[in-house]
């Protein structure tokens, strides 16, 4: 309890501890904190650009897919329509060259018809003659009348 | 209890209570004008103020060292990346302390917050001695002088918590109120300072008025100022004592049997685990008093 030289050397050891510490200790702590600081805010700013990029990114991208199945729907659509021109074309295209054949067929067979018909006449030329030459045996003779049988012929 | 022979309780109690003190040998003593320990507490006494108390001498010495030692070590590998284990625990304390200046201490001083976080660790280390079984060290050291010395092991005392001297808790505050007097100055200039002793509480426009103030405004502020310290260490030393005391009173339990030894362990026990408790509390208020006092130092305009 009693009150000595001991004051005095704990309050120049006070004095020195905290002298030494105050030069040689607090320092490079508070820097080492205040540089960690720097660095965390830093890398949290870092964090929350690249959030906000990815997010814009992600935009960017919804809206090429948007894009992209506008452009899709669209070329479908297109493919379509065309798909069903074609096929339209290819009825029409049809159609004609039916109709075309058709004409042909028809045109052939109106000149079977006029030949067989020809033909026909000619045999019934021939055989009015040889009927007539039955008939007028002797009489007729074949020059002279052969214009009018050739009229007659031709009126069949 | 310790030693070979019997003792009271009461001499056990004193025992613990003397420091271990070096001093000039007062007229009158066999050893009169040579400097030697101390054999009795009449002895120590009467060195008067020429004397010293080697244990808190070592202790505080010791332990301020290891704080100090420790703490470097970090500082010169501390590194602004991920933190080992005893880098974390340093940068918890130092956090700790800096947050602590910055809410109470307005002023700029870069001084401020190293002293605070030495008084927070060091009275802390200091009063944590307190928690070490009373007679561990004291008997260690008793047998050490009695086998090395040759002296006898109930002259050699020896004070483990330096915070139960008062020296070492009005050392420290002494330093602390020789700072704030000198940031107080240096702050307010002697006319600042003279005033703020002199010119509140009381003061009157009324030229005569404040001049009849001014002896009882000083009585009132001076007696403000020196209680600052006074109570700084006066509260640290007796909380730190009164704990002291209690470990040593449990401890004179063990002598009284088994049902009563056992009895003391648990009470040793509690009161270790509530002392935890006192210690950092201890530490924390006079660190937390220290800045502020520094923070009134640096107060130019007071406006009671």
């Given at each position: 309890m009693n009150i000595n030289l001991t004051l005095i050397g704990q309050s120049i050891t006070f004095a020195v501890f905290v002298w030494f510490c105050y030069a040689y200790v607090w320092p490079p702590l508070v820097n080492a904190l205040a540089e960690r600081k720097k660095q965390i805010s830093e890398g949290l700013a870092a964090a929350e650009r690249g959030q906000h990029e990815q997010e814009l990114a992600e935009k960017r991208a919804a809206e090429h897919l948007k894009e992209a199945k506008g452009q899709a729907s669209e070329i479908i659509v297109q493919a379509q329509k065309r798909a069903s021109e074609i096929v339209d074309e290819a009825k029409d295209d049809a159609r004609t060259e039916a109709d075309r054949i058709k004409i042909g067929a028809d045109a052939e067979i109106a000149q079977e018809i006029n030949r067989a018909r020809e033909d026909l006449r000619q045999q019934v030329a021939i055989l009015a003659i040889a009927g007539a030459e039955k008939i007028l045996k002797q009489e007729v003779n074949a020059e002279a009348h052969a214009s009018t049988l050739s009229a007659l012929a031709e009126q069949l | 209890m310790s030693g070979d022979t019997q003792q009271t309780a009461a001499q056990y109690i004193q025992h613990h209570l003397q420091n271990m003190t070096y001093g000039k040998f007062p007229e009158g003593h066999d050893l009169a004008g040579q400097w030697g320990l101390a054999h009795d507490a009449a002895e120590a006494k009467a060195?008067?103020?020429?004397?010293?108390h080697v244990d808190t001498m070592f202790w505080s010495i010791f332990l301020g060292a290891l704080f100090l030692f420790l703490f470097k070590k970090v500082a010169n590998t501390a590194t602004s990346g991920v933190p080992g284990g005893m880098q974390n625990f340093v940068e918890m304390i130092v956090e700790f302390v800096d947050s602590s200046v910055k809410s109470t201490f307005t002023g700029r001083n870069p001084f401020v917050a190293p002293m605070a976080l030495t008084i927070f660790v060091w009275v802390f280390l200091i009063n944590f001695m307190?928690?070490?079984?009373?007679?561990?060290i004291p008997g260690a050291v008793g047998w050490m002088g009695h086998q090395f010395f040759g002296m006898d092991p109930h002259h050699v005392y020896f004070k483990v918590?330096?915070?139960?001297d008062p020296n070492a808790t009005f050392g420290m505050a002494l330093s602390v109120f020789m700072l704030t007097l000198f940031y107080s100055f240096k702050q307010k200039g002697l006319i600042g300072f003279v005033g703020e002793l002199t010119l509140h509480p009381f003061s009157s426009n009324n030229i005569v008025l404040k001049l009849a103030f001014i002896p009882i405004n000083f009585v009132l502020e001076f007696v403000a100022l020196i209680a600052k310290p006074l109570s700084l260490s006066l509260r640290l030393y007796g909380n730190m004592f009164a704990g002291e005391m209690i470990f040593i009173l449990i401890a004179?339990?063990?002598?009284?049997g088994w049902i009563a030894g056992i009895f003391g362990g648990f009470m040793q026990l509690g009161w270790a685990i509530f002392h935890i408790l006192i210690i950092t509390l201890q530490a924390y208020i006079f660190m937390t008093l220290t800045i502020v006092y520094m923070d009134l130092a640096y107060q130019t305009n007071e406006d009671h």
């Amino acid at each position: 309890m009693n009150i000595n030289l001991t004051l005095i050397g704990q309050s120049i050891t006070f004095a020195v501890f905290v002298w030494f510490c105050y030069a040689y200790v607090w320092p490079p702590l508070v820097n080492a904190l205040a540089e960690r600081k720097k660095q965390i805010s830093e890398g949290l700013a870092a964090a929350e650009r690249g959030q906000h990029e990815q997010e814009l990114a992600e935009k960017r991208a919804a809206e090429h897919l948007k894009e992209a199945k506008g452009q899709a729907s669209e070329i479908i659509v297109q493919a379509q329509k065309r798909a069903s021109e074609i096929v339209d074309e290819a009825k029409d295209d049809a159609r004609t060259e039916a109709d075309r054949i058709k004409i042909g067929a028809d045109a052939e067979i109106a000149q079977e018809i006029n030949r067989a018909r020809e033909d026909l006449r000619q045999q019934v030329a021939i055989l009015a003659i040889a009927g007539a030459e039955k008939i007028l045996k002797q009489e007729v003779n074949a020059e002279a009348h052969a214009s009018t049988l050739s009229a007659l012929a031709e009126q069949l | 209890m310790s030693g070979d022979t019997q003792q009271t309780a009461a001499q056990y109690i004193q025992h613990h209570l003397q420091n271990m003190t070096y001093g000039k040998f007062p007229e009158g003593h066999d050893l009169a004008g040579q400097w030697g320990l101390a054999h009795d507490a009449a002895e120590a006494k009467a060195m008067g103020f020429m004397a010293i108390h080697v244990d808190t001498m070592f202790w505080s010495i010791f332990l301020g060292a290891l704080f100090l030692f420790l703490f470097k070590k970090v500082a010169n590998t501390a590194t602004s990346g991920v933190p080992g284990g005893m880098q974390n625990f340093v940068e918890m304390i130092v956090e700790f302390v800096d947050s602590s200046v910055k809410s109470t201490f307005t002023g700029r001083n870069p001084f401020v917050a190293p002293m605070a976080l030495t008084i927070f660790v060091w009275v802390f280390l200091i009063n944590f001695m307190d928690l070490m079984p009373v007679d561990w060290i004291p008997g260690a050291v008793g047998w050490m002088g009695h086998q090395f010395f040759g002296m006898d092991p109930h002259h050699v005392y020896f004070k483990v918590v330096p915070s139960t001297d008062p020296n070492a808790t009005f050392g420290m505050a002494l330093s602390v109120f020789m700072l704030t007097l000198f940031y107080s100055f240096k702050q307010k200039g002697l006319i600042g300072f003279v005033g703020e002793l002199t010119l509140h509480p009381f003061s009157s426009n009324n030229i005569v008025l404040k001049l009849a103030f001014i002896p009882i405004n000083f009585v009132l502020e001076f007696v403000a100022l020196i209680a600052k310290p006074l109570s700084l260490s006066l509260r640290l030393y007796g909380n730190m004592f009164a704990g002291e005391m209690i470990f040593i009173l449990i401890a004179l339990m063990y002598g009284g049997g088994w049902i009563a030894g056992i009895f003391g362990g648990f009470m040793q026990l509690g009161w270790a685990i509530f002392h935890i408790l006192i210690i950092t509390l201890q530490a924390y208020i006079f660190m937390t008093l220290t800045i502020v006092y520094m923070d009134l130092a640096y107060q130019t305009n007071e406006d009671h």
